[in-house]
């Protein structure tokens, strides 16, 4: 058997974590700008407000029914989700990090499956105040069925247990394919155009049709419906074949020097991801664009690739061949409103490198590893930001707008939570 563990609402919960004021107040989180809603509490839900939806076309609502609002804290939010994995890890024999508040859990050899699944939700709560639902069943597709009732039935207090076919069978002849992970938009439309409503419809479909429809992922899809299972949980994390850092800005950029301290700041801030899984890139990619949401205004939008002659991971190298790029497609009279930088070709530390034939890349001093590891411990101790480099700016007016962010409680001393005792 293999669960699914889903942490509520995540983003607020962790916002309510701090603020046991909020544990019944509808609470939503904005994404970056203070833009559109990317978590919202079940009260809000009840609104009607969907998720996405723009924060200024919904504030009056909002305010109105005393919603509390944060700006998006995705330091918070990642710490405690290293917390939870951490805590979900000690009491299983294997976990699978799907997402920032997902994990996939192995329950093999496990005798008393659910009484393990509501000590994991107890303990997860009692440690971390963070409510979860779980869902059990022989594959990832049919755990991920299962939690989706887990969420929102209340009789099965957030655990629902897909452990016999008849159980199975209501809960898949119950559910549509657009709610089954793997089918999106287009596929579903298609399917539905056959006729393939519900997940009991796609379990019946033939797993060589679906192949030669959608690939192999498609069949996968159908197998693991019927039991059978074709993701098997993961040891190793694969690795990633890219990584990015793409910010819409506080207010629109109208010239180069600000633009190019934006993108700096961004390859500042690959740098640290690429360290920290000690991951390495050959190619580094620059777009810039302006804001769509504003037909009436000039429109331009590009992206420039730069290859390298070798991996690079530090700071000043990326920030150098970033450069590079935005000189490429950078055209002056615009009003530019979102950039973004992307590491291609990612190489995990000690591998070897083909190095470019006609260059004594040799000779060349490589940016110190110690000088870099001791730059990420100081501002991971004393804030992100603390050392930088002098291309990044000082005035930083390009930078989010987050006027409503709450404290780092984990992450930093002098914003740690405070307790009275009365």
């Not at 990584?243 to 301290?261: C, E, H, M, W």
Request: glycine share 6%.
């Amino acid at each position: 058997m293999i669960a699914l563990l889903d942490a509520n609402n995540f983003f607020v919960s962790c916002e309510r974590v701090f603020r046991p004021d909020l544990m019944n107040r509808p609470v939503a989180v904005l994404s970056n700008n203070d833009g559109c809603l990317i978590s919202r509490s079940n009260e809000v839900k009840a609104l009607g407000v969907p998720m996405g939806a723009p924060y200024i076309k919904y504030k009056d609502v909002l305010a109105d029914h005393n919603v509390a609002i944060f700006s998006s804290h995705f330091t918070l939010y990642g710490d405690l989700s290293s917390r939870m994995m951490s805590l979900i890890e000690s009491l299983v024999p294997k976990i699978e990090v799907y997402s920032i508040d997902e994990p996939f859990i192995d329950l093999s050899g496990i005798k008393n499956i659910e009484a393990l699944c509501h000590h994991i939700r107890h303990t997860i709560w009692r440690s971390l105040g963070i409510p979860t639902s779980i869902g059990i069943a022989k594959t990832k597709t049919l755990a991920k069925v299962a939690n989706y009732y887990a969420k929102r039935t209340p009789a099965f207090k957030s655990i629902c247990y897909l452990d016999s076919f008849d159980r199975t069978e209501l809960a898949l002849k119950k559910i549509s394919i657009g709610e089954i992970w793997g089918i999106g938009k287009q596929i579903s439309k298609k399917l539905e155009s056959q006729g393939v409503i519900t997940a009991w419809d796609l379990k019946q479909v033939d797993p060589r049709c679906m192949r030669q429809q959608f690939t192999v992922v498609g069949e996968r899809i159908v197998r693991e419906l019927n039991g059978i299972s074709c993701l098997a949980i993961e040891d190793v994390e694969d690795l990633k074949k890219s990584i990015q850092v793409t910010r819409s800005f506080g207010k629109p950029i109208t010239n180069f020097y600000d633009l190019k301290a934006a993108i700096a700041t961004y390859a500042t801030r690959l740098g640290e991801k690429l360290r920290r899984q000690d991951l390495f890139t050959q190619n580094v990619s620059v777009f810039i664009r302006t804001n769509k949401h504003r037909p009436n205004d000039p429109q331009y939008s590009n992206s420039a690739t730069v290859v390298l002659q070798k991996p690079i991971n530090d700071g000043i190298s990326l920030i150098k061949a970033a450069s590079i790029a935005l000189q490429q497609i950078y055209i002056n009279g615009y009003t530019y409103s979102k950039a973004g930088i992307m590491a291609h070709e990612l190489k995990p530390k000690g591998q070897n490198v083909q190095l470019d034939l006609f260059s004594n890349k040799f000779e060349e001093p490589l940016q110190s590893p110690e000088l870099w590891e001791a730059i990420d411990n100081l501002n991971k101790r004393y804030g992100r930001g603390t050392l930088f480099s002098a291309a990044c700016g000082k005035s930083l007016s390009w930078k989010d707008k987050k006027n409503l962010l709450s404290p780092s409680y984990t992450t930093r001393w002098d914003q740690i939570a405070i307790a009275f005792a009365r």
